[in-house]
């Protein structure tokens, strides 16, 4: 069983910034992929963001909405997974959801990740 908690959420102006962090149970990462979804009242899971990693490096993907505003990262010393949100709108006001995916090849759909934390509100005021 993996354990995830989300972390870092808030309330904040619309042009800033903010750092979640997803810890992870265990050192995983070598053989998962770990991703971000948001989910804003009344919309479908929406996915953010994610992260494998290959031989040669990490691979990402983001979502169209969030493509040169947010990064995704990782520390595996410390088994976590960030994701900075710059340039934030109130638009990304949503509930964000850390994941872990048992497989490298990443994907983009919730149904395809097998792991969930909780959930951290973030909220952006215009």
């Known amino acids: 069983q993996v354990q995830l908690v989300e972390s870092g959420g808030g309330l904040v102006q619309a042009g800033g910034s903010l750092r979640l962090s997803c810890a992870t149970s265990?050192?995983?990462?070598?053989?998962?992929?770990m991703g971000w979804f948001r989910q804003a009242p009344g919309k479908e899971r929406e996915f953010v963001a994610a992260?494998?990693?290959?031989?040669?490096?990490?691979?990402?993907e983001y979502g169209d909405s969030v493509k040169g505003r947010f990064t995704i990262s990782r520390d595996s010393a410390k088994n976590t997974v960030y994701l900075q949100m710059n340039s934030l709108k109130p638009e990304d006001t949503a509930v964000y959801y850390c994941?872990?995916?048992?497989?490298?090849?990443?994907?983009?759909?919730?149904?395809?990740?097998?792991?969930w934390g909780q959930g951290t509100q973030v909220t952006v005021s215009s």
């Open positions: 994941a872990v995916r048992l497989n490298i090849n990443i994907a983009t759909t919730s149904d395809e990740y097998d792991y």
């Open positions: 265990g050192p995983i990462f070598a053989t998962s992929t």
């Open positions: 992260v494998s990693w290959t031989w040669n490096g990490d691979n990402t």
